[in-house]
């Protein structure tokens, strides 16, 4: 499996969840430390609604999202 079709692979449970909950967590689960890991950080600090937003759509809807 190529790192291209394995970030556009579905989100587990586990991965939604934490991303409510802690939304970086949540994407590193998903993605492992990427860009996207560092966007997400940078967001939750600022607040953590973007944080989630973010994440959830990162996880959710990972084809409209061109970050690695």
Same mark, same amino acid.
């Given at each position: 499996?190529?790192?291209?079709?394995?970030?556009?692979? +579905? /989100?587990?449970?586990?991965? $939604?969840?934490?991303?409510?909950?802690?939304?970086?967590? =949540? #994407?590193?689960? %998903?993605?492992?430390?990427? +860009? /996207?890991?560092?966007?997400? $950080?940078?967001?939750?600090?600022?607040?953590?609604?973007? =944080? #989630?937003?973010? %994440?959830?759509?990162?996880?959710?809807?990972?084809?409209?999202?061109?970050?690695?």
């Amino acid at each position: 499996m190529t790192r291209q079709q394995d970030l556009l692979k +579905p /989100a587990t449970p586990w991965a $939604v969840i934490a991303a409510i909950l802690l939304p970086p967590l =949540g #994407v590193f689960l %998903a993605r492992g430390i990427t +860009p /996207a890991f560092w966007l997400t $950080v940078v967001l939750t600090l600022i607040g953590w609604v973007p =944080g #989630v937003i973010f %994440a959830l759509a990162l996880l959710l809807v990972p084809k409209q999202i061109p970050l690695r």
